[in-house]
C-alpha cells in the first residue's frame, strides 16, 4: 500500500525539492516523480529510505490522502514575503492538523460549527463584528478567552510547527469544519488579536471571495479591532485625546496591544493625527512596538484539546499512541497540539463563556 499524495505533502512540509530528497534518502529525483505520480510504487526498502529522509513513518505514505488545504482558501499575511517553499510548508503542516482533527472527530463528539457568514460589502468589518457579537452574546464587554470562545463555536485551532513561525496565524474552512492555525511565540494580547484577524476572514470571507490580498488582510483587522474593542465599550471608557498613560491605563481592560487600542481610537475619531502619532512615538520609546511590557495577561490555550488529550489519557492512551494512530512522530503531534494544550489553562483574566457545547466520547 503507498499513497502518492502523501509522498508530495511530506516532501513539501520538509521543505525538499526532489534532488534534496533524492540525495538525503539515496533515491533518484526520476524514481520520486514517477512515485509522486502515481506512475509506480516505491519498493518496501526504497519507502523506508524514503520514510527516513522525510523524518515520517513509514505508516504516514500508506494512510489516506490528507485532507488539502488549498492555497486560494487561505490568508496569508505579507503573502509577497513569504516564498513558495514556507507557504506549502504551512499548507501541508495544516493538512496535516486537519488529519489530527478528522481522527479526533470519529472519537469526540465535538462542538459544532457556528460561525455566521456575512455578505461584504454589504455588510462592513465593523456592523459584521457587532452582529456576530450579538449572536454569540457578549455584548459590549471584554471578549472573553479567544481560543475557548471560538473552539465553543466549533472552530479547530492548532498551533504551527515552529518551523513556520515566520507566519503570524491564518485560517480556512474544509467541508463546514472551520480552522485557525497560530503562531504561539506572540505576546497574548497580540495572539488574541490574531485569532479575532482570523474569525475575520471566516466570516467575512469565507463563502464569498478569495480571502488573501490587502483589501481582506485591512478587512480582517478591522474586525479584529471592533470584535474586541466594541464601539460602545470604548466610548464608556471616555477616551477622547487619551494620553499615553490613559491608553495604558485602558487597554488592560480588553486584553489588547497598547498600539491596537490607540489605533482604535484614531479609527473612532477619538484622537487627532497628530496625538495619535504622538502617542505611538511615545510607546515605541516604551516598547509597546515589539512588545507589552509588564503585562500580566496569559497566553490563550485550548481547553478543548486538554480535555480531549486527558480523555484519551484517561483510556491509557500515551502521546506515542495518539501520534502512531495519526501516522506522525510524537514530537510533529506535540508541535501541533500541546503548544496549545498546557496542563492549566488561565485564559487572559476573564471567565469563559457560559453554555459551552459539551464533549462527549462517541462509543
Known amino acids: ?199 475575520g476572514h471566516l466570516v467575512l470571507h469565507n463563502d464569498h471571495r478569495e480571502p488573501y490580498g490587502p483589501d481582506p488582510e485591512a478587512e480582517a483587522n478591522a474586525f479584529a479591532s471592533a470584535f474586541l474593542m466594541p464601539k460602545a465599550g470604548i466610548l464608556a471608557q471616555q477616551l477622547h485625546n487619551a494620553s499615553t498613560e490613559r491608553i495604558l491605563q485602558a487597554k488592560r481592560r480588553w486584553d489588547v496591544s497598547a498600539m491596537a487600542l490607540t489605533y482604535r481610537l484614531f479609527r473612532m475619531q477619538l484622537l487627532s493625527e497628530w496625538r495619535f502619532n504622538q502617542a505611538n512615538k511615545h510607546l515605541a520609546q516604551l516598547g509597546y512596538r515589539t512588545g507589552e511590557p509588564g503585562s500580566k495577561v496569559s497566553r490563550e490555550s485550548s481547553q478543548l484539546l486538554s480535555k480531549v488529550f486527558d480523555a484519551l489519557r484517561s483510556e491509557g492512551l500515551t502521546t506515542a499512541d495518539i501520534a502512531a494512530e495519526v501516522h506522525v512522530h510524537p514530537d510533529e503531534l506535540t508541535h501541533y497540539v500541546f503548544g496549545l494544550a498546557p496542563a492549566q489553562v488561565k485564559g487572559g483574566g476573564h471567565t469563559t463563556p457560559p453554555a459551552r457545547p459539551g464533549l462527549h466520547l462517541v462509543s
Open 1 to 199: 500500500m503507498f499513497t502518492p499524495e502523501r509522498l508530495v505533502l511530506a516532501r513539501k512540509r520538509r521543505r525538499m525539492t526532489l534532488a534534496a530528497l533524492a540525495q538525503a534518502a539515496g533515491v533518484s529525483a526520476q524514481s520520486i516523480n514517477a512515485f509522486e505520480k502515481h506512475r509506480k510504487p516505491p519498493a518496501a526498502e526504497t519507502l523506508s529510505s524514503l520514510a527516513r529522509a522525510l523524518d515520517y513513518p513509514v505508516s504516514f505514505f500508506q494512510a489516506a490522502p490528507a485532507p488539502a488545504i488549498l492555497r486560494g482558501a487561505v490568508s496569508f499575511r505579507a503573502p509577497s514575503k513569504m516564498s513558495a517553499v514556507e507557504r506549502d510548508s504551512a499548507l501541508c503542516a495544516g493538512s496535516i492538523a486537519a488529519t489530527i482533527n478528522s481522527w479526533l472527530e470519529d472519537r469526540f463528539d465535538l462542538p459544532r460549527p457556528n460561525v455566521p457568514s456575512y455578505t461584504y460589502p454589504d455588510v462592513t468589518p465593523e456592523q459584521a463584528a457587532e452582529q456576530l457579537r450579538a449572536h454569540w452574546g457578549l455584548g459590549e464587554a471584554p471578549a472573553p478567552n479567544m481560543v475557548h470562545l471560538l473552539e465553543a463555536n466549533g472552530v479547530r485551532l492548532f498551533s504551527l510547527p515552529p518551523d513556520c513561525l515566520e507566519i503570524d496565524a491564518f485560517s480556512t474552512t474544509k467541508k463546514g469544519t472551520p480552522y485557525v492555525f497560530l503562531n504561539t511565540r506572540k505576546t497574548a494580547e497580540r495572539g488574541r488579536f490574531d485569532v479575532a484577524h482570523e474569525l
